[in-house]
């Protein structure tokens, strides 16, 4: 059982969060944190919170006042199986990685198999 956080110890937590996400190249073992994203074949994905922002719906879910995921830190996702949400987090850890980046670009690997589902998935949660 876990204890409700203090007025206080919610803002402490929010400023830590938001100088986490200002400085992507602080030790993420000293402020790590993660969100749970469960497909809906119910695999479980434990994200690091700068990667799962790269999406802004994910962001937007956690964020926003009234949505559960914020308070839970977890978002079920029950219309994508885990085998196309692994290639979505694939995806924004390419994106974070490419984003700013000084050096050549490569192509993002997509197997033919999976295409027309993915882009499906990459429309739902506005990924572009």
């Keep these: 059982k876990s204890l409700p956080l203090s007025q206080s110890g919610v803002t402490a937590a929010v400023a830590t969060m938001a100088l986490d996400m200002d400085n992507p190249h602080l030790d993420p073992v000293e402020t790590f944190s993660y969100l749970r994203l469960i497909s809906a074949d119910g695999h479980e994905f434990f994200l690091d919170?700068?990667?799962?922002y790269e999406c802004d719906t994910f962001k937007k879910m956690v964020e926003k006042e009234g949505f559960k995921e914020g308070q839970t830190n977890e978002i079920q996702l029950p219309t994508i199986t885990g085998k196309l949400l692994e290639k979505v987090i694939e995806y924004l850890y390419f994106k974070y990685k490419y984003t700013d980046a000084k050096v050549p670009i490569p192509e993002f690997p997509i197997?033919?198999?999976?295409?027309?589902d993915l882009l499906l998935v990459a429309n739902y949660l506005?990924?572009?």
Excluded: H, T
């Design 111 to 116: 197997d033919d198999d999976v295409v027309l």
């Design 49 to 52: 919170r700068r990667i799962a």
């Design 126 to 128: 506005n990924l572009y």
